[in-house]
């Protein structure tokens, strides 16, 4: 895109030139010392809690952790599958529960397809409810109530996957463009019959990408969600930390890594194909 400049008079007598006053310029100083004075109130409160003695021997520290996670105990990836299995169960079965009622949602929270302004805001509390709790919160609060076990890890990732899904397609709802809803509304269409011809032809190539994308996001959180007894490899690599067992851990780490890398390049060719 090629950049204009103002090379003329006429340009120049064009633009408009804004003398700050005293009291905007007071004003523009006194924010930035607000800012620098909350920064460094905020490090000082850092510091003070900060043990420093532990900082400085951090380096050490991490080496000798590093020399004890190598090399790793590949014969216990053996033990692993089952439960890498499990992980890939619960994110993708989390997912999918997670699209089944954001999908319905999104279409209340959209204001060009919500029925009525309060059931629009319900809808906005529930996606923000869910988008506000982390994946891991929500795993810690349904093993309470579950009890341990993979049920739960997947009810964690599917309430998590409402408000991320929720939002992104409620958004792409509202941003549709309005000619082909003008038009299937003219001939006499009900509201669901423009639903399906004019709004879901427009919102579906998004709506498929978002769900991939959190699919991939899920595939990572729910690595994690064992350590709260949630299910999956996090619960082996619980245990494998007590157990200060370090060989462990990083055959672990190295099969969490894998996954994620063919989850991220499984994601990127569906996205590719619907988009």
Same mark, same amino acid.
């Given at each position: 895109m090629p950049l204009h400049f103002l090379s003329t008079e006429k340009d120049l007598s064009q633009a408009q030139w804004k003398l700050r006053t005293t009291r905007q310029q007071w004003l523009i100083w006194l924010g930035w010392l607000a800012g620098l004075s909350l920064f460094l109130l905020c490090w000082k409160v850092i510091s003070d809690n900060t043990m420093w003695v532990f900082v400085q021997d951090a380096p050490k520290q991490g080496a000798d952790l590093i020399s004890r996670m190598l090399p790793p105990d590949w014969a216990y990836s053996n033990r692993l599958w089952k439960a890498l299995w499990d992980t890939i169960n619960i994110a993708t079965l989390g997912t999918i529960l997670g699209i089944i009622m954001a999908f319905p949602c999104a279409f209340l929270a959209a204001r060009n397809t919500t029925p009525h302004p309060i059931i629009r805001s @319900? /809808? *906005?509390?529930?996606? =923000? %409810?869910?988008?506000?709790i982390n994946s891991l919160i929500w795993a810690m609060l349904l093993v309470t109530i579950l009890g341990p076990g993979i049920l739960a890890g997947i009810l964690a990732i599917a309430l998590r996957s409402i408000g991320f899904v929720g939002k992104l397609l409620y958004e792409a709802i509202e941003e549709i463009h309005p000619t082909p809803v003008e038009a299937i509304t003219a001939t006499g269409a009900s509201r669901m019959q423009v639903m %399906? +011809? !004019? =709004? *879901? #032809?427009? =919102?579906? #190539? !998004? @709506? /498929?990408? $978002?769900?991939? +994308?959190?699919?991939? $996001?899920n595939i990572r959180e729910s690595t994690v969600l064992g350590l709260v007894g949630a299910g999956g490899i996090g619960l082996q690599l619980n245990a494998a930390i007590n157990s200060l067992a370090w060989d462990r851990v990083s055959i672990i780490f190295i099969l969490i890594f894998a996954t994620v890398l063919v989850s991220e390049y499984i994601s990127a060719k569906v996205r590719k194909a619907f988009i």
């Open positions: @319900f /809808a *906005l509390m529930i996606i =923000v %409810s869910s988008r506000s %399906s +011809y !004019a =709004v *879901l #032809p427009q =919102v579906m #190539p !998004a @709506f /498929a990408g $978002i769900s991939i +994308y959190r699919w991939d $996001i």
